[in-house]
């Protein structure tokens, strides 16, 4: 029996010995019993004379004992750590204590254990997967690490002596011997921000009087931010009882003259379920204005501006709440968003869709009628349109068909309704919800604004159903692309089963399948695995059981760790295909590390020197990310390059409402490299045999109209088969409700014949096997000579009856 991360003996340090950042306090009882302080935190200081830019770093926090499927919770940092300076962290806060930390430098809402766990100060926003002290260890980005209490992550011995009243700090001055044991002791917890304050009496500090509309003002951040205010009046619209972000939400009955200016305001309670409050309740609430980014800070997407650390009297109950702001086609304005930082610019709600949004941040919105862009999740949230007419698709999503087509009309739907009461819809793209559905307009940093619905519409199915194509004719070489989604054997086998149906039904079994996304035989194990042949034989028997042939499989596995993806998983790309069809042309020497080249032949015609073989596989291009793979197979005597592809993924790029306009695209810059490296292989081939049949397909993480294709397609070697249907049909992905194209075929100037197709079954529908939708080429390859393929033509209907 495999022992667990918790079990295993000490490792080395999880980090260097810092120069300059270093925890330097951690308390997790904040509001626990008997409790002083009412909220948890992480202290950090600086060992140096130098300022430390905390810019893109995070605190994460992982339980003392991680299983195998536990997750570091992150908190995202920012400003700057000052020369020999202290900086605090406020995460979640409980019922109890008396005290307030001082004002923080950064506000998360990790529920840390009192007893025992571990932090880490991390130069990334990303979670960290380390579930062990030896993995923690050999990640670069951590900076300092410390375990308490029976943590199984530590620098060298754990420190002990954490309870609801005690924390555990660093001594003076800040020593970093790499052993949490010698470098800190329990005590009473003792915070310090970056102004050297130290813990307040809540009510000693008021705030002056203010309204809602007064704390949210014209912009997107508040001009009282970092401010107390008190005695702010409204009614309670909506309570979140739930998740780690719990609090109400409250708005203003006597609103101002000025659009710009919401009149809701969202109050913070952490991990507390607010106490003594409930919805028509009129409130007086006083606490701290602040900013809060939700998810990864440099995402830059937008703030929420909040009320933290608050206290509320409640002065009359069973109030009418305010009426709904609507939200259709008439008062959504077309224009998404102006350019330049969104944050220095006063709202322009008329103007943009972006700023009428934020407008009424907080308060109750309703949207009425609305179709379906953007199926249910897993996370029970959908996305709707309230501009039908935005850029529809042909089975009713909205098209992502260039950068200034953001769609501004698409938002997102969760519910507030206990799921007891009311489960939550699943529903497909197309599909309508019917009626009112109405809540505070939120945003957060899994797709943007959207609606917290306390009514939710009735959902009215469109019947779609997922689509299958036809089968390949005697003369079609049927080629497939599919990407799997970080298929393993750890996968359930239903998952195989769906994916395997999808290959025999709806792609009718092509004769080569492109797969993206195979895991190691281990899956998202780190263990050092990178074999993939238990993977591929667990689909291909499952695609015998549901009806299928038994397709052959050739792929490379990758060096360990070098491919990007999942953690541990290996990803890579496959070929299955049809020995009943095609004929896979061997030629050994290919691995993970030998480039894969062409040759002329004496016949004049181009020949792959490894048959599979990565493409490039040294260059910078591939860092950290997939190799393409090439493979040559012949069908009815033609032979067919064929190079399946996975390009870097969008991690890392500015979101689509980001607060600076246009977005960065960051992760562009890798995928140009490889799309050179692509196109520069592809020409290889057409140099030594301009006649050549060479399909290029996969995930390219791009779009149809993006620099990356473009590159791709620069000279004419490639076509993009996307461009051939009708501009409502170029979609195979849907990511916040825009449907959009990630994968392509692309084909050589001679196969010039051929039907395209793009097999919805997963995208638009809540259920689905994968979150890409597969394709299909069915081409009759040339034979090279004019001549032969018109005879060929001649000859074809005879042959399709056989």
Not at 307 to 318: Q, R
Not at 403 to 430: C, H, M
Request: aromatic letters at 6%; charged letters at 20%; a negative charge.
């Amino acid at each position: 029996m495999a022992a667990t991360p918790a079990l295993l003996a000490p490792a080395t340090a999880a980090a260097a010995p810092s120069p300059s950042a270093v925890i330097a306090e951690v308390y997790g009882g904040g509001g626990n019993a008997g409790a002083t302080l009412q909220q948890d935190f992480v202290e950090l200081g600086n060992r140096s004379g130098d300022t430390v830019s905390l810019a893109g770093w995070s605190v994460q926090y992982l339980p003392a004992a991680p299983g195998p499927t536990s997750r570091w919770q992150v908190t995202a940092l920012t400003g700057s750590l000052a020369p020999n300076g202290r900086y605090i962290v406020a995460e979640a806060k409980g019922t109890g204590g008396t005290l307030a930390l001082p004002a923080p430098d950064a506000t998360g809402a990790i529920a840390m254990s009192a007893t025992g766990g571990t932090i880490a100060l991390v130069n990334s926003t990303e979670a960290l997967t380390c579930l062990t002290a030896a993995d923690c260890a050999a990640d670069a980005r951590i900076r300092d690490l410390v375990g308490y209490g029976s943590a199984a992550v530590r620098e060298g011995s754990p420190v002990t002596g954490a309870s609801n009243t005690a924390g555990v700090a660093r001594g003076t001055p800040l020593a970093d011997t790499d052993d949490n044991a010698a470098d800190f002791a329990s005590g009473a917890p003792t915070p310090l921000n970056s102004r050297d304050e130290g813990p307040r009496d809540p009510g000693t500090d008021p705030g002056a009087a203010a309204r809602i509309h007064e704390i949210q003002g014209t912009g997107r951040v508040s001009p009282k931010n970092g401010r107390q205010v008190s005695a702010v009046p409204g009614v309670v619209t909506a309570i979140r009882p739930f998740g780690s972000a719990r609090g109400f939400w409250f708005q203003d009955t006597q609103p101002d003259a000025d659009p710009r200016t919401s009149e809701g305001m969202f109050v913070f309670t952490g991990s507390a379920t607010p106490q003594g409050v409930a919805v028509g309740d009129a409130v007086t609430v006083s606490g701290k204005v602040e900013e809060f980014y939700p998810g990864n800070a440099d995402a830059n997407g937008q703030s929420l501006t909040e009320l933290t650390g608050a206290t509320w009297t409640v002065t009359s109950s069973g109030n009418a709440v305010p009426a709904a702001v609507v939200l259709d086609a008439a008062t959504v304005p077309d224009a998404y968003t102006a350019d330049g930082n969104l944050e220095t610019q006063p709202l322009q709600p008329g103007a943009y869709a972006l700023d009428l949004y934020e407008s009424v941040e907080s308060q109750r919105v309703q949207v009425a009628d609305t179709r379906v862009v953007g199926a249910t999740t897993s996370f029970n949230e959908l996305w709707v349109t309230v501009e039908p007419a935005q850029n529809p698709t042909a089975t009713g999503g909205t098209l992502y068909g260039s950068y200034a087509a953001q769609n501004g009309g698409r938002v997102k739907v969760t519910s507030l309704i206990p799921f007891a009461e009311r489960p939550f819809p699943k529903a497909d793209v197309g599909d309508t919800l019917i009626g009112p559905t109405a809540g505070p307009m939120t945003y957060d940093s899994f797709g943007g604004y959207g609606v917290a619905a306390t009514t939710l519409g009735t959902l009215t199915s469109s019947g779609r159903t997922p689509e299958t194509t036809r089968d390949q004719k005697n003369t079609e070489l049927a080629v497939a692309t599919y990407n799997v989604e970080n298929l393993s054997p750890v996968d359930d086998q239903a998952k195989f089963d769906r994916l395997a149906r999808g290959i025999v039904t709806s792609l009718a079994t092509p004769d080569i399948v492109a797969l993206e996304e195979i895991q190691d035989n281990s899956g998202p194990a780190n263990d050092g695995t990178v074999a993939s042949d238990q993977t591929l034989a667990k689909l291909v028997d499952a695609i015998v059981a549901a009806g299928g042939p038994r397709y052959q499989w050739r792929t490379i596995d990758p060096q360990d760790g070098t491919d990007g993806g999942q953690p541990g998983g290996n990803i890579r790309n496959a070929f299955l295909f049809d020995p009943a069809r095609v004929q896979f042309v061997d030629r050994a020497g290919g691995d993970a590390t030998t480039p894969v080249g062409v040759r002329k032949t004496w016949l004049g015609q181009a020949q792959l020197t490894l048959s599979p073989g990565r493409v490039a596989p040294a260059d910078e291009a591939w860092a950290n990310s997939r190799k393409p793979l090439a493979a040559e197979f012949r069908f009815r005597g033609r032979t067919v390059f064929v190079i399946a592809n996975h390009f870097a993924s969008k991690g890392g790029d500015q979101v689509l409402d980001s607060r600076t306009q246009p977005p960065n695209r960051t992760s562009e810059v890798q995928r140009l490299k490889q799309a050179a490296v692509l196109h520069g292989f592809v020409g290889d081939i057409l140099t030594a045999d301009p006649r050549a049949n060479v399909v290029v397909l996969g995930d390219l993480n791009d779009f149809a109209f993006s620099p990356t294709l473009k590159t791709l397609t620069a000279d004419g070697s490639l076509k993009a088969l996307v461009e051939t249907l009708p501009a409502n049909e170029q979609y195979g992905y849907v990511f916040n409700g825009n449907s959009q194209m990630l994968d392509h075929i692309l084909t050589s100037p001679r196969l010039t014949r051929f039907e395209y197709d793009i097999v919805h079954v997963n995208a638009e529908f809540a259920d689905q096997a994968s979150d890409h939708d597969p394709q299909v080429l069915r081409v009759r390859p040339s034979t090279g000579s004019d001549l032969l393929d018109w005879l060929d033509q001649l000859r074809e209907p005879w042959l399709d009856r056989q």
